[in-house]
């Protein structure tokens, strides 16, 4: 009978555990840009850019069918005017997932503020790029 308790509680802690993890791994959305045939979609844990370090992911998505397409190289870099002096530049780290058309990445930001993103592609579904405006709080 312990035995049979000990399962059953190991099962349910696992059960639990996992729970967790789908719940942490929720992406939502930070802003949705549509450029041409092409839908980008940034996410993050949070749902916004924060002082710091930032996850995020990147997602390509056809504007007509709606599925992942592959863009082959993308860079993503941001900047934000300084009144009088040069403009502060971030670039991410990004590599792409196991799914065609999402890339994971990283960015840091010293400060708040908002920030002109700039995201570029070249690959199997042409060349391309967006620009939008993100704040970091």
Partial sequence: MKRFMGIVVGIF?????????AWSAELKTIQTQKAKDVVITLLSESGQ??????????EFTSAKTKEPIDVGKVTLNTSMPMPGMSPMIAGATLSPDNVPGRYVGTIGFPDSGA??????????????SSRFSIPVR
């Fill in 13 to 21: 802690l696992l059960t639990c555990g996992l729970v967790a993890y």
């Fill in 49 to 58: 850019w924060s002082q710091g370090k930032n996850s995020f992911v990147l």
């Fill in 115 to 128: 920030r002109q993103v700039t995201v570029t592609w070249d690959g199997p579904a042409g060349k391309g």
